[in-house]
């Protein structure tokens, strides 16, 4: 099994940036794409980014391409997303996803679930 969770939500005016973290522990080594998705209130859960294992492929949903940014330090266990110029409509618990393969925006094909960060940004 794998354990996924995620820190560095938080309150933030528009424009600002903030940095989520999600810190896998267990059988990481079956890791191979992470993904970042996201869930306003009332709303769906999407998609928000995705990398390879090696983090030389990543992949955006189009509404955060250019202002957010994926990474991951396999010798850490960690994946990060850098959120830039954020905007009310960001507001959301985010989720991240971990999977055996690279499913990419693909939400049914991970396999691991943290339990959620939350972001706010006021306008």
């Known amino acids: 099994q794998v354990q996924l969770v995620e820190s560095g939500g938080g309150f933030v005016q528009a424009g600002g940036s903030l940095r989520l973290s999600c810190a896998a522990s267990?059988?990481?080594?079956?890791?191979?794409?992470m993904g970042w998705f996201r869930q306003a209130p009332g709303k769906e859960r999407d998609f928000v980014a995705a990398?390879?294992?090696?983090?030389?492929?990543?992949y955006y949903a189009d509404s955060v391409k250019g202002r957010f940014t994926i990474s991951r330090d396999n010798a850490r266990d960690t994946v990060y997303l850098q959120m830039n110029s954020l905007k009310p409509e960001d507001t959301a618990v985010y989720y991240c996803?971990?999977?055996?393969?690279?499913?990419?925006?693909?939400?049914?094909?991970?396999?691991?679930w943290g339990q959620g960060t939350q972001v706010t940004v006021s306008s």
């Open positions: 996803a971990g999977s055996r393969s690279y499913p990419k925006d693909d939400a049914v094909r991970y396999d691991y």
């Open positions: 267990g059988r990481t080594f079956s890791l191979y794409g």
């Open positions: 990398a390879s294992w090696s983090g030389s492929s990543t």
